[in-house]
């Protein structure tokens, strides 16, 4: 148990993230997605992880499926893509890297990866750091629209409830495993101990790939970060995913503005492949999202490629 000392100043700086963390998802659903009872109930995303086997085996290998990893592996900065979460993973200090993976090892069996992980190799680190986006890619891209827009709606209800109730509201509801007893906020989680942010505040993050228990990283002259467990969004469990953008722009139209969302460089040809329309209809879609303000446009060698604006990024994940 984790007991988090909070003062008037922490109750005071009580937030959420505003969006997820791409980087850090991956961390989190590696392990999550490694436990039987997790992977039965997100069975889409368990097969990509089967049929991905070979580019994440590094990820597998070198992170424990259970337990305390290496607190790099979830940066606080590098929030506003996969890319930028990666180049804040390898830059950390080796120092950092081999106390932090050292501590992680504890009960891990050595292997020659691991401990070259252990001592900061630089090759190691690149092999996972493309293992990682090898995961993002392959396992977590098809629905990252999708899980964002679950966590704006979990975050949106906990803000309400937040208005209705109160911060004792908000901190008792957000899950059985965490409760507030003023001034401690009590974590059924990994870590034991007694700990203060020392007026930094507390940050939320609410991830359907948490695990039995919350989470908590601590790092000084930051605010506790504690991820909790929330539902996966339909789809991923097993539910029939409904088309949230389907009544608004038609089936296909909606499909490409998620698809000009996702990572990667996308060209008016690579839409029409991915979404099984012609290159024509793919154009013709294109154009009116452009002229909505939703997709922007620039030539790049004998190709036009295409992006969806911030305006059209935040209409597919709140759609």
Do not use: C, K
């Amino acid at each position: 148990m984790l007991r988090l000392r909070l003062d008037h100043a922490d109750l005071a700086r009580v937030r959420f993230t505003d969006r997820l963390h791409p980087a850090s998802t991956v961390l989190l659903a590696s392990q999550a997605l490694r436990r039987p009872p997790v992977a039965a109930a997100l069975p889409e995303l368990a097969r990509r992880v089967a049929s991905s086997g070979a580019a994440l085996r590094p990820l597998h290998h070198l992170i424990p499926a259970q337990g305390p990893a290496p607190d790099f592996m979830t940066p606080w900065d590098g929030v506003t893509s996969i890319d930028d979460g990666l180049a804040v993973i390898r830059s950390t200090p080796l120092r950092q890297v081999r106390a932090e993976v050292s501590a992680a090892y504890a009960g891990t069996p050595v292997t020659i990866a691991r401990r070259r992980f252990a001592d900061a190799d630089p090759s190691v680190l690149d092999t996972l750091v493309t293992a990682i986006r090898a995961y993002f890619d392959q396992v977590l891209a098809p629905d990252w629209a999708a899980l964002t827009r679950t966590h704006r709606q979990v975050v949106g209800e906990a803000a309400a409830r937040y208005a209705r109730t109160g911060a004792e509201g908000l901190l008792n509801g957000l899950h059985p495993a965490i409760r507030w007893r003023s001034p401690v906020l009590e974590v059924d989680t990994w870590q034991d101990g007694d700990v203060r942010p020392a007026g930094h505040g507390l940050v939320l993050l609410p991830s359907p790939f948490t695990g039995p228990r919350p989470r908590v990283l601590l790092r000084p002259g930051r605010p506790a970060l504690v991820v909790y467990p929330v539902e996966a969004p339909a789809g991923l469990d097993g539910r029939p995913a409904a088309d949230p953008l389907a009544g608004l722009f038609g089936r296909t139209r909606g499909a490409v503005l998620v698809q000009v969302t996702r990572p990667g460089r996308h060209t008016t040809s690579s839409i029409a492949r991915l979404t099984g329309i012609s290159v024509s209809s793919s154009s013709e879609h294109l154009s009116a999202l452009r002229a909505a303000g939703l997709v922007s446009s620039r030539r790049d060698g004998g190709a036009i490629v295409h992006r969806a604006t911030a305006l059209g990024e935040g209409l597919a994940a709140s759609g």
